[in-house]
């Protein structure tokens, strides 16, 4: 019977040990970073469509308030009242006869509810643009944010491919790159 071949099974574990190691911490160190940066990222995520749901329930509320435009309308219309309450009015003068006091009196009283329905609609008005420019300030807390999260998933990729090679070089550019994200979050969560 032919002998086995001797193989230095110590040496070989050894060698796998060194690697396992080697490998092994940078593996374990990229694993935690990305799973911090995914944490950062859903974060970010989470903001994004928590910003951009009240944005747009303010412009659907401005939208609402925009009903000012019949306030202006009503305003109007009071308006063309009165004014048909001079033109009879003239009439009665023109024909030498003294009009009745009633359409003296719904004259005042239109040109009264003008401007009551005047003082209604520039609130209107007033509200609707504080919404408007609540929406705006929330869409832009959200491009902040959405850029955030890109970066984070940039971030994240580049984690997985440095994993994958066990490149050093790699994970520190997916840190850089993440705290260019960071920055971006803390940005968009002071806004």
């Known amino acids: ?25 940078l593996l374990r160190r990229i694993a935690l970073t990305t799973a911090l940066l995914a944490v950062f990222a859903t974060l970010a995520a989470l903001k994004t469509g928590a910003t951009i749901n009240a944005a ?9 308030l925009q009903a000012a435009s019949d306030q202006w309308a009503f305003y109007q219309a009071k308006g063309l009242r009165a004014a048909v309450e001079d033109a009879t009015r003239a009439a009665w003068l023109a024909q030498g006869k003294d009009p009745p006091s009633e359409y003296a009196e719904k004259r005042e009283h239109h040109l009264a509810e003008q401007k009551e329905i005047e003082a209604k609609a520039r609130e209107k008005e007033r509200e609707r ?18 850029n955030a999260v890109a970066i984070f998933q940039v971030s994240i990729a580049l984690g997985a491919v440095a994993a994958l090679t066990r490149s050093r070089a790699v994970w520190l550019g997916s840190l850089l790159l993440s705290v260019g994200g960071l920055v971006l979050l803390g940005i968009a969560l002071s806004l």
Not at 1 to 19: F, G, H, L, N, S
Not at 56 to 64: F, I
């Open 129 to 146: 643009d504080e919404k408007l420019v609540e929406s705006d300030h929330l869409l832009h807390s959200h491009h902040v944010f959405a």
């Open 1 to 25: 019977m032919p002998e086995e071949p001797e193989i230095d099974t110590d040496k070989m574990r050894e060698q796998i040990a060194e690697e396992a190691d080697r490998g092994g911490t």
């Open 56 to 64: 747009l329930m303010l412009r659907t509320e401005a939208t609402r």
